[in-house]
């Protein structure tokens, strides 16, 4: 899988955070990671249609994912129930939206799937896919993970 992949998709999650959660991303060393990733506690899967085909998975602890939620909703949220998943997806939707965008800039037309939320303990994902990039982000309202399998058809 190229590299090249992970910095439009880096960028607008930046950017996302920044406007609608008003933090900052920072990138911690990009992994690549072979049959599927072990999810954190709550991991947000959007596919990607088109020149490109796979999944761009959102992972985070369940702290995280109750910060995000508290920010996007103004009020404080302290479990995790169909309305914070129903948050998570919608973020997880505006930065994959974003990010096809930016894809699209580089001539790679695609589309995006509706978001899946899996909540769960050391959840293992397998898909077609073999291999995932996985890039770490510091936040101020808790640390991410995006993991990005995308192949060129």
Do not use: R
């Not at 959007?46 to 702290?63: A, R």
């Amino acid at each position: 899988m190229k590299k090249i992949y992970i910095d439009p998709v880096f960028e607008a999650t930046h950017k996302v955070l920044q406007q609608m959660l008003g933090t900052e991303a920072e990138k911690g060393s990009l992994m690549t990671q072979e049959n599927g990733f072990v999810g954190q506690d709550v991991n947000i899967s959007i596919g990607v249609t088109g020149n490109l085909s796979g999944f761009i998975y959102l992972s985070m602890e369940e702290d995280t994912a109750l910060n995000v939620a508290s920010k996007m909703c103004g009020m404080e949220v302290d479990q995790l129930d169909d309305f914070v998943n129903s948050a998570l997806g919608e973020l997880a939707n505006i930065i994959t939206g974003n990010s096809a965008t930016k894809l699209s800039n580089m001539g790679y037309q695609c589309d995006i799937t509706p978001p899946s939320v899996v909540v769960g303990k050391e959840i293992q994902i397998s898909t077609e896919q073999k291999e995932f990039l996985a890039l770490p982000l510091k936040t101020g309202i808790g640390e991410f993970e995006i993991n990005l399998s995308l192949q060129e058809d």
